[in-house]
């Protein structure tokens, strides 16, 4: 597997915190993305970055903010965390994008339940 | 945007059966890409589909993409226990963006 390490694996917080996840990757690669995966819903884009300090919305990114201050991490922070982002949030690497897209690597998933 | 279409979006079949699932685009496709998660896991990787008409093969999984390159699909012979999971295509969204879709995916169960 990739070098791509999501923390923390589970976590459980209340409604109207915030709430951070980190995606760690160790293979250099450019671009980086958040993703929700819901029933019913396959995997919808949060946000996504294509390098250092460059980061665009993805489709479902209201509610969501990001950041990458260096390479290896991608950080994804829920503002005040509502029951509707009960998801798992994976996270993906790729080292070609666009239109010249190949294959991305998952992280394990990050389950988190907002109560 | 793109638009992807996945069907279908559950199939249910008797261990030995093929399955066959369909990936379609609205627009014409630069490449696309195909992945399997099994149930409680990450999405994997299986194969990237680029020319026109271009059919591979990984033991008894077949991908084929469309001569006009707006469609895609996967198909499994004589089923396995262990092909359960969900399939995803992903292709580039387009319009100039670095955004990577995902299919909604098509959940397979095998009955032993």
């Known amino acids: 597997d990739a070098g791509i390490t999501q923390s923390p694996r589970h976590k459980v917080t209340e409604t109207g915190t915030p709430v951070t996840l980190r995606c760690h990757q160790t293979?250099?690669?450019?671009?980086m993305y958040w993703y929700r995966q819901d029933p019913g819903h396959g995997l919808r884009l949060i946000h996504y970055?294509?390098?250092?300090?460059?980061?665009d919305k993805g489709e479902v990114s209201d509610g969501y903010s990001v950041s990458r201050s260096k390479t290896e991490d991608f950080l994804l922070t829920l503002e005040s965390a509502t029951s509707s982002q009960t998801s798992v949030y994976f996270c993906?690497?790729?080292?070609?994008?666009?239109?010249?897209?190949?294959?991305?690597?998952f992280g394990q998933g990050t389950r988190l339940t907002v109560v | 945007g793109q638009q992807v279409m996945q069907i279908p979006q559950y199939q249910h079949v008797q261990e030995g059966e093929d399955f066959t699932t369909y990936c379609n685009s609205s627009?014409?496709?630069?490449?696309i890409q195909w992945y399997k998660q099994r149930p409680g896991g990450h999405p994997v990787f299986l194969i990237q589909?680029?020319?026109?008409?271009e059919v591979k093969k990984q033991k008894r999984l077949t991908f084929q993409f469309g001569e006009a390159k707006k469609n895609s699909s996967l198909h499994i012979t004589a089923t396995q226990t262990t092909d359960v999971g969900t399939y995803f295509c992903?292709?580039?969204?387009?319009?100039?963006?670095?955004?990577?879709?995902f299919g909604k995916g098509t959940k397979l169960s095998v009955i032993p």
């Open positions: 993906a690497i790729s080292d070609s994008g666009g239109a010249f897209s190949t294959e991305a690597f």
């Open positions: 293979e250099n690669h450019r671009y």
């Open positions: 970055s294509y390098g250092v300090k460059d980061t």
């Open positions: 627009t014409t496709l630069s490449n």
């Open positions: 589909l680029v020319k026109s008409g």
């Open positions: 992903q292709l580039y969204s387009g319009a100039g963006s670095y955004q990577l879709t």
